[in-house]
């Protein structure tokens, strides 16, 4: 397969600084080696999307904090997404914290829209990051990245790169979740995203959720892109996260779910966010990000 690597250092949708390190760790902890031995090529999206630091910036509306050097970057990550698709390309993506998917799945709405294809989104994440800025607690435009794809939010976010709804929140599945804010349930409950939170997670075990998931995506798209949020992770395995939260998923969980989205042969695009080098202890955030991309890009033991 033909990967295309886009990166997105931006840190300035969450409140802790050092996410925009992430692609860099990345890198460091092997990412090209790792998909170049599986027999893929690595391509870049050269030169690299240009951030401003956070201290050069107006944090503007509260309630929205960046929004406009947010929609601007996010509005170049959706030019390229948009090429790669077309090119024929595995867009990868990299941040970056959560509110660069909002690039990501603004690239992808308008390449499989002209396509005609059907498509769906996996949000592997301990949180919704479907609030609106009536319902943020922080204002940070991470928490909301996914509501706004589904067409809930800020409009200068909704009708980023073209007034349509980017993603239909009934080929969306949440899994992993185990932290929502009051008002966002609500969010959620309204659009009808399918969650299965840590608890579905404990009951069924990660087997038989994988196996879930994969039937619902393959009996709904053509086509699969998977958000994993570092902070998915039990924060022993990945203490380098903004925001770190205790139960979440095993080194080995991670990966069997990984396997399993691999081989439903209708994932076309990845996106790895959340790492924060400078949270981390010995880049194992980062180690375990490519671990994660490797599987999902077709690693396997035997
Ligand atoms: N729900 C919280 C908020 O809106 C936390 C969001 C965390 N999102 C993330 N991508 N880590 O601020
Ligand atoms: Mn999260
Ligand atoms: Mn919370
Ligand atoms: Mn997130």
Redesign the pocket.
Known sequence: MNIRVIELPLDF???RRGSDMGPSAMRLAGLKQVLTELGHTCEESFPGISVPAQEFLEEGDPQVRFLKPIAEACTALAERVEQAVDAGAFPLVLGG???IAIGTLSGLGAAYRKRNLRWGTLWI?????F?TPE??????I????LAIACGYGHPDLVNLYGKFRKLDPANVALVGVR???PL?KVNMREAGVTVFTMTEVDRLGIAETARQLVAFFTSRVDRLHVSV?M?VMDPMIAPG???PLPGGFSYREVLLLAEELASSGILASAEL??VNPVLDVRNQTARMAVEIAGRLLGSRVY
């Open positions: 949708g969450a409140n914290d959560h509110s994440d301990a949180h919704g990051d609030n319902s943020t607690p922080s204002g940070n991470h928490g909301m990245s932290d929502l804010d966002e949020d902070d996260v903004g925001i966010v959340e």
